[in-house]
């Protein structure tokens, strides 16, 4: 009997459903509010929706939950100050713990409902949604990630140098200050991905420029204990080392060639450190001579941008550190705001319109140090590194010791999409 | 044991009324009424749903094949597996590599053969098998928890495979799936308009997945309903008083091997174009641990436990993450609390336990009280 119900209401349901498909196709493209601006996806009369795809439960959860929260300060702050175009903003945020299926699916869940990502974690994810981004949802997507796999395209863009470019400005720094000279070897650890990959292309272009050898060290993710690396580059007699890895892996590099009388001077990428390592046994080693390059000032540093942020964000969160995840989030929303005014001013707030305001913006960001151009989507928005050394008297445990700086190497070195 | 083959939704139990059901009388009952509703529903719904509803059903069509394989190999003959990511990886990279073109991507070189996609869908599918195959002689002869750890070797040696071969993989970040061609119609995203309703990649790969698994649903039912079908069960129940009746034990158990490593194989096809990039990162353990979830949540043994494990399983975080706004106790991300990844986990962890404690033949079981009567 029972069953007979449920049958009765399910072909009910099949009826009215039948009635009518809200996918069926309608022209409403080309919508104007009132004031004369085009809105498209994501855009109503009172509110821009974003979307941040991020991971806060896997492999990068403690950069996922910086990004995250910087953004969520940001668009606190945006909507305080009026909102943009008149209009609030959202962000809605989906976790996906580094997961493809769940990453996917984020993207295809949120993609119809907002303008445009200010956040993308995982760099495998956005390749594997690159297609349909150019293809056909053409919304700006800001990922967090420094690969040179992610430039070239209008969408897709980069905000920082990418890891081959850091890599050069990195080596660029020890040779200026006379650490490495010509015929020397340097070593490179490197995680295997298209991170490590993407920084050995960039180190072995170095090298040849200024006649030095690259000694590879290959690692996993998971390794975790850098003392065969660590004695494979002794052995081999490198001058330097390049660390493209985790922090955990810097750190075990750089405690172990310290508690092994192996003096060389060791640098990293940026996502090569955290500040929470100051507090481990390496700690004190890597305030030695460990270096980290990057696209941004340090959060501790006491220029205006900086300082203003950390502040703000240790009002909002006080029992979350600081770290660099804070800036590069921050900057990425306050990247896509830019473009929004933009693209209001032009009356055009629909994801062509926000694309081609994106494509006008020179000159930003010089509050965090470096200044970002997004004319070109096949360079990165900069070729500038900032070189900083662990310290554990400034917040965010990082000082400048080389400001914004482009190596000529860098400069004339071609991104290999 | 009569009751493990049999379908859930299938017209009434079979000791009682399988002589005397005329068509009349099947027509009285309301499954069949439920059946062509219910298949209605599903051929409609591309119409209807959004992408994200559609390709967050696609998933579970994938998982239902392969955990029907699994429910072959698990469920209805004893034997645990830990390895089906494995399969399910050789199914989709499978399909790549053979349906793909050579490329340059990201300075990789990737090699490919360029067959034409439907071939390379099939000879996939049989490649997975033929990797059972090979693991067969193991499969044969171990049972229970020693086939499980066996099986577990084939995911770490599956997956530093698939981040090393670069040529063949795309090693890190994977690469992109050739979308699939089937007499000069493809599955992919260019826009064909049916019935006012732009269908692109997920509304045509709907079609495509649920008769992928009407058929893998209903070989399985024929396997398990027949000849083989009982000898598996001998196997599982009694392998000594199976091999005195006269099934060849070990042949039986590396045949349902290989076959449900084929099933794995078509999920690692369909899930590779419905993902449309495979990633190595994806076919790790947690992934077959969640195909052990599924099946004993279904119901170990039948194909629709398997069907109805998968659909729970792979449904429940898309469709915690996409309520979470509104749901109770779970937090939007980054508002501290419970994340609706966690969530689901927990869940369907709490799930598992619920079942074998007071559901041992899982949700398929689930019946009517009026249908218990014989």
Redesign the interface.
């Known amino acids: 009997m029972?069953?007979?119900v449920?049958?009765a209401v399910?072909?009910a349901?099949?009826l009215t459903?039948?009635g009518c498909?809200?996918?069926?196709?309608s022209s409403d493209d080309g919508a104007a509010d009132k004031n004369g601006v085009k809105t498209g996806e994501g855009v109503t009369d009172s509110k821009i929706t974003l979307g941040a795809l991020?991971d806060?439960?896997g492999v990068y959860a403690s950069l996922g939950?910086s990004v995250?929260?910087a953004q969520?300060l940001w668009v606190e702050e945006t909507n305080k100050a009026g909102g943009i175009c008149d209009r609030q903003i959202e962000l809605t945020?989906?976790?996906?713990?580094?997961?493809?299926?769940?990453a996917?699916?984020?993207y295809?869940?949120l993609?119809?409902d907002v303008l445009g990502f200010t956040q993308f974690i995982g760099?495998?994810?956005v390749?594997?949604?690159e297609?349909?981004i150019d293809?056909?949802d053409k919304g700006i997507v800001l990922p967090q990630a420094w690969s040179?796999?992610l430039v070239g395209s209008e969408y897709v863009r980069v905000i920082g140098a990418t890891y081959d470019v850091e890599t050069i400005n990195l080596i660029d720094f020890l040779l200026d200050e006379k650490r490495i000279a010509k015929g020397d070897k340097i070593g490179h650890v490197y995680f295997?991905?298209?991170y490590g990959?993407n920084a050995l292309?960039g180190s072995k272009h170095a090298a040849q420029e200024a006649g030095l050898t690259v000694v590879e060290q290959k690692i996993?993710p998971t390794d975790n204990d850098m003392t065969a690396q660590v004695s494979a580059l002794k052995q081999a007699g490198v001058k330097a080392v390049v660390v493209s890895a985790g922090p955990r892996q810097a750190a075990s590099l750089v405690g172990v060639a310290a508690a092994t009388g192996f003096d060389v001077p060791v640098v990293g990428n940026n996502s090569a450190y955290a500040p929470q390592l100051l507090a481990t046994q390496a700690g004190a080693a890597l305030q030695k001579d460990y270096y980290i390059g990057s696209s941004t000032l340090p959060i501790g540093d006491a220029a205006a941008g900086p300082a203003k942020l950390s502040k703000a964000y240790g009002a909002k969160y006080p029992k979350d550190g600081l770290d660099n995840g804070v800036i590069a989030g921050y900057n990425a929303a306050t990247v896509f705001g830019e473009a929004l005014k933009k693209a209001c001013e032009s009356k055009d707030l629909t994801r062509e319109g926000v694309g081609k305001a994106l494509l006008t913006i020179k000159d930003f960001g010089a509050d965090f140090g470096i200044s970002h151009d997004f004319t070109d989507p096949a360079a990165p928005s900069t070729r500038e590194t900032v070189v900083m050394k662990p310290d554990a008297k400034t917040p965010g445990g990082l000082k400048v010791v080389r400001p914004a700086e482009v190596a000529p190497a860098a400069e004339s070195f071609t991104l290999?999409? | 044991m009569s009751e493990a083959t049999k379908d859930a939704v299938a017209p009434a139990p079979a000791g009682a009324t399988a002589t005397g059901t005329s068509f009349t009388d099947r027509l009285r009952r309301?499954?069949p009424?439920?059946w062509l509703?219910?298949s209605?529903?599903l051929l409609?719904f591309p119409?209807?749903?959004?992408?994200?509803w559609l390709?967050?059903g696609l998933?579970a069509m994938a998982a239902a094949i392969g955990a029907i394989g699994l429910n072959l190999l698990t469920g209805s003959t004893g034997q645990l597996s830990m390895g089906h990511a494995f399969f399910l990886a050789v199914g989709a990279y499978g399909y790549c590599i053979l349906g793909g073109e050579s490329s340059t991507e990201?300075?990789h070189a990737l090699t490919g053969l360029g067959l034409p996609t439907w071939l390379a869908a099939v000879l996939a599918v049989l490649l997975a098998g033929a990797a059972g195959g090979l693991f067969s002689p193991i499969a044969g002869r171990l049972s229970g928890a020693y086939l499980g750890i066996a099986t577990l070797a084939l995911i770490f040696i599956g997956q530093h495979v698939l981040?090393?071969a670069g040529s063949l993989t795309g090693?890190?970040?994977?690469r992109?799936v050739p979308p699939l061609s089937l007499f000069g119609f493809t599955f992919d995203?260019a826009e064909v308009?049916v019935?006012?309703?732009?269908f692109?990649s997920?509304e045509k790969l709907w079609y495509l997945g649920l008769a992928a698994l009407l058929a893998s649903g209903l070989f399985a039912r024929g396997v398990l309903r027949g000849r083989p079908g009982r000898a598996l069960n001998a196997i599982r129940d009694h392998r000594i008083a199976a091999g005195v009746m006269g099934v060849p034990v070990a042949r039986y158990r590396a045949g349902v091997f290989v076959l449900s490593s084929m099933y794995a194989g078509l999920a690692g096809v369909l899930l590779a174009l419905v993902?449309?990039?495979t990633?190595p990162?994806?076919f790790g353990m947690i992934l077959s641990l969640e195909y052990l979830a599924m099946i004993v949540i279904g119901g170990l043994g039948s194909v629709a436990g398997a069907v109805i494990g998968a659909a729970f399983v792979?449904l429940l975080?898309?469709v915690l993450?996409?309520y979470s706004d509104s749901l109770p106790l779970v937090s939007?991300?980054?508002t501290g609390g419970i994340?609706?990844?966690?969530a689901s986990r927990y869940l369907y962890g709490a799930a598992v336990v619920a079942v074998v404690l007071f559901l041992p033949g899982g949700i398929a079981r689930l019946k009517?009280p009026g249908e218990k009567k014989k």
Request: net charge neutral.
């Open positions: 029972k069953l007979r449920v049958g399910v072909a349901l099949t459903l039948a498909s809200e996918k069926a196709k991020t806060m439960t939950k995250t929260q969520q945020v989906r976790d996906h713990g580094y997961d493809p299926q769940k996917i699916g984020a295809t869940e993609e119809p760099s495998p994810f390749s594997a949604v297609s349909r293809g056909q040179a796999n295997e991905g298209d990959e292309a996993k290999k999409p | 309301p499954a009424y439920l509703a219910g209605v529903l409609l119409f209807y749903l959004d992408r994200f390709q967050a998933f990201n300075g981040f090393n090693g890190f970040n994977g992109p995203d308009v019935a006012a309703v732009p692109q997920s993902f449309q990039r990633v990162e994806y792979s975080p898309q993450t996409h939007a991300p980054g994340a609706p990844g966690e009517t």
